[in-house]
């Protein structure tokens, strides 16, 4: 076994330094581990005060309060309404831009007290966690996740032997939806129109969707590891 410490998106550069032409399978579990949330220094986990940091790779110089203390407000909007899917999105963005003008954030535990403000108590006290969305939100846009997972895709099933295989678990919908489409276009990658009685574009099948639905997590397993909860496996398979 070979171990090699690199972003997942670096695997053909590292495949070819092996001397390894092809791979029979390929396996991402996606997000940050357990020891990752569990390990509050590393600033995943929104229920520890620790600094702000949730770099996947602590060798790269940007961290999380980079993100909170430097992006504009409507940067930040963005990305907690579209990485963190929260109605909430815009008035969190406010209210951080506000309260870094007294001081720059720091902690977990700051972001969590400005987050806290900016959502109604009402809900506070009935949804999830209040800040939840906004630190995966913050965790996608600082390790660049779903750009990375989406250039990957196609560079993996180039590298599968024939008969190899894609198997890709994701946590959340955005993730998930990547992955569906992704396989699904190398699937069938043709761009003819329906109507078109031969294909014309040239574009070749590379292989198929083993999974027509994910594989979720039986109620025993969620259970067992709470964390499996929101997981989806699909699996590829080059032709
Ligand atoms: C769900 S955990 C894997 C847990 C592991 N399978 C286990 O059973 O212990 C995901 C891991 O992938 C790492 N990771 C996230 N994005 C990555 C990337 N682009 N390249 C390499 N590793 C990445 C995270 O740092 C985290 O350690």
Known sequence: MTIV??????????????????????????????????????????????????????RNAETAADIVNGYSEMELYRIIRDYGEDRFAKNIAKHIVRARQEKPLETTGELIEVIKAAIPAKIRATGGHPAKRTFQAIRIELNKELEVLEHSIDKMIGLLNPGGRLSI?????????????????????CVCPPDFPVCMCGRKSRGRVVTRKPIVPTGQEIEENKRSKSSKLRVFEKS
């Open 5 to 58: 410490r690199n972003n997942y998106e670096n695997i053909d550069t590292v495949l070819a330094e092996l001397g390894i032409p092809g791979v029979d399978g390929i396996y991402l579990d996606l997000g940050v581990s357990s020891y990752q949330l569990d390990t509050a220094e590393r600033g995943f986990t929104y229920r520890e005060d620790a600094p702000l940091d949730m770099r996947m790779d602590q």
């Open 169 to 189: 678990i994701t946590f959340h919908s955005l993730e998930d939806r990547i992955v569906k489409n992704k396989f699904k276009e190398n699937e069938n990658p």
